[in-house]
DNA sequence: AGTGAAAAGGCTTTAAC
DNA sequence: GTTAAAGCCTTTTCACT
């Protein structure tokens, strides 16, 4: 097994690269398309026998490589019909404001995806949004309520063109 | 049933709000933690008999607010250590180059997102890349090869607050 | 590492309340 | 919406290669 010493990782205990090949990968590529089929199916994809299969997957969840099972749901059917790209630039830029700032922001349920990000230490911020209304409110009642911030600009999302999935090429 | 036209939607073909109560929402909470709980363990967690909680699901995925089951996986470990957010600007924000560049990004696996916002008509990426020297790969072989770009502007992710998940609230 | 058979258990569906 | 029950199919284990 090939194992390389990482520097950075925040996401993993393991500072090693996995052994992963290619029917790894394509049984994790079965999975992100749809996570309820059968070992039966995943095995005649791959090529591999059913309890091959499993175990494989067994070893992929515990290594961490599979995090969860988890759906897939539509915002807009929810409810949530807009989505709003929002970029902010704090005032301080001190370790004590980052952490304050991006744990206040962990718990609206309306912020998606929140990115600490580096140049100026922006976050970068995708919310879901009812409407524009939703939106207006979102930024007065919760975002701007956060102390520390400098500067914001928001962007509608117009179209969606992809959405987040791991590239297994 | 409560209908209420609604004029955009991009993701569905009914443009009717859909009739979620708690109980759904408290299932589909269940579900995004765990989509392999069983109806037994959902039942217990939203107070509902399995075979009401199954019929719900069913339904549920008839409407599309289910979309899909999937797994979560973790992109260091498949050795997608960073992440990085471009901005991208075109030179011309006719239909047709929108068109083309958006189908050109989609294309490339390792773009994980991939917005078009309002404002100046920019698109938004987020990347995954397993090392700097494969961010810079990616952009010279990649992205830079696709003609229309303006300018566009990188930043590194230092930290992930959040990650995609629709808010329940 | 991969295979195949066999047991244990859950899903799905139907029917009655 | 609920309970109960049946068949079917999966997952999971285990012994073997």
Request: charged share 30%; proline share 2%; hydrophobic share 35%.
């Amino acid at each position: 097994m090939l194992k390389t010493k990482r520097s950075n990782s925040d996401s993993s205990e393991e500072s090693f690269d996995l052994a992963i090949d290619a029917s790894d990968r394509a049984i994790l590529r079965v999975l992100l398309d749809d996570s309820r089929k059968t070992l039966q199916e995943i095995s005649a994809t791959v090529g591999l026998s059913p309890t091959t299969c499993w175990s494989r997957i067994r070893k992929l969840q515990e290594q961490g490589v599979i995090r969860r099972y988890t759906v897939d749901l539509d915002a807009a059917k929810l409810g949530y019909h807009d989505s709003v790209i929002v970029q902010v630039t704090l005032e301080s830029h001190s370790d004590e404001t980052l952490y304050r700032f991006g744990k206040a922001l962990a718990e609206i349920p309306e912020i998606q995806e929140c990115y600490l990000v580096s140049g100026d230490y922006d976050y970068y911020i995708r919310i879901a949004v009812r409407d524009t209304r939703d939106y207006e409110r979102l930024l007065r009642e919760k975002l701007y309520k956060i102390p520390g911030i400098r500067h914001s600009q928001s962007h509608f999302v117009l179209r969606v063109l992809k959405e987040a999935s791991v590239p297994l090429a």
